[in-house]
């Protein structure tokens, strides 16, 4: 039985109970949850050994995707989809691991720059194999237009809320 069986099954029940409740929208956030969800849970489990979390191994790839692997507390909370009070706490842990450090800005003294540490690059690097293998294996089994399809509707759809 598939695990998104039984919230079909409550949305079956909501919308006889009120007629006018839009299924296709529910379905479709509901199951960006649950994909979510499973997605966090399976690179959770991956980076366990590692000593840290998926909201940090996404920090610490927004740091790595960038020339001097360093960006300002704003860029990154942008980049990784955080609210600000959450890239404090997290960015807190991943500098007290010794991955990240928080420097003052070349060009201006009063910002502060958070940089990948070589421990922080060294452990990214050393992670990466394994987390290619993961995201293949998430989508394992889409055919490739269907992938480039989804990533397509993915975006138009962000894209819509975050103009709304």
Known sequence: MSSFLPTEQRLAV???????FPREPAILVRLIKHIYRRVQDDT????????I??????LLMMLYGT???SLHPTELADAAGEKSANITRL???LADKGLIARNASEEDRRKVTLT???EGLALIEN???????????QVDGLAPRDITQ??????????RLERA
């Not at 992670?127 to 294996?137: R, V």
């Not at 989804?150 to 894209?159: A, Q, S, V």
């Open 53 to 58: 979390n998926h909201p940090e191994y996404n």
């Open 67 to 69: 020339d001097g692997y």
């Open 116 to 118: 990948l540490t070589d």
């Open 127 to 137: 992670l990466l194999p394994e987390i290619c293998e993961l995201l293949k294996w």
């Open 14 to 20: 909501t919308r006889q109970r009120y007629p006018v």
């Open 44 to 51: 959770n489990a991956l980076l366990r050994p590692y000593g």
């Open 91 to 93: 960015t807190n842990e």
């Open 150 to 159: 989804l990533e397509r509707l993915l975006k138009k759809y962000l894209d």
